[in-house]
């Protein structure tokens, strides 16, 4: 099986620039699971630009997203 680099790349919502790790998500799981983080891509759009990949800041900013919701 080949990487779909281009098509990953198109996809990406990350906005963290420039990353080597780009449209490669096995690289960029691989780089934030070691660091207990997350990838951008999991993240809302606000969120995703604070650049703070943790997963507990994932689960605040989802919860918060929830809250605002209701
Ligand atoms: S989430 Fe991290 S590793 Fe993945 S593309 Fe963005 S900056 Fe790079």
Same mark, same amino acid.
């Given at each position: 099986m080949e990487c779909n680099k281009s098509e990953n790349m198109r996809k990406c919502p990350c906005t963290y620039e420039p990353c080597s790790r /780009? &449209?490669? =998500? =096995?690289? =960029?799981?691989?780089?934030?699971? /070691?660091? &207990?983080?997350?990838?951008g891509c999991f993240f809302s759009k606000a969120a995703e630009r604070t650049y703070n990949r943790s997963v507990e800041y994932f689960a605040s900013?989802? /919860?918060?997203?929830?809250?605002?919701?209701?």
């Open positions: /780009k &449209g490669i =998500c =096995c690289e =960029c799981i691989e780089y934030h699971k /070691k660091s &207990g983080e997350l990838p900013s989802e /919860k918060n997203r929830w809250m605002a919701d209701e």
